[in-house]
């Protein structure tokens, strides 16, 4: 095995997904500022999770739905006046060949 290629500085951390208010216990060098109190009592740095084995569809054989339809609406709202404006420009440059 190289030398050096690893970090040095492993330590207990507490790593929490708050899509589903679950936590664990491991070993990681990854840097943080917080800390949490775990259920023995010792104060832990605190790594936040979006998503982990806890929340994921493939873990938990559960699918969320995500309203698609909602953010598509959304988009084509705030960018209306962009796709408007190259339109306008297309017909003036067909008009003017013409």
Not at 12 to 24: G, L, N, P, Q, R
Not at 37 to 49: A, H, I, S, T
Not at 59 to 85: C, E, L, P, Q, W
Request: aromatic content about 14%; charged content about 35%.
């Amino acid at each position: 095995m190289k030398k050096n290629t690893h970090p040095e500085n492993y330590r207990t951390v507490v790593f929490k997904d708050f899509s589903c208010d679950e936590a664990f216990l491991t070993r990681s060098c990854a840097e943080t500022d917080e800390t949490i109190v775990w259920e023995d009592g010792n104060e832990y740095p605190l790594v936040k999770l979006e998503i982990s084995s806890y929340s994921h569809p493939f873990y938990t054989g559960k699918m969320k739905y995500v309203d698609t339809a909602g953010r598509i609406d959304k988009f084509n709202k705030k960018f209306a006046k962009f796709s408007n404006k190259t339109e306008t420009k297309e017909e003036e440059t067909e008009s003017a060949d013409k």
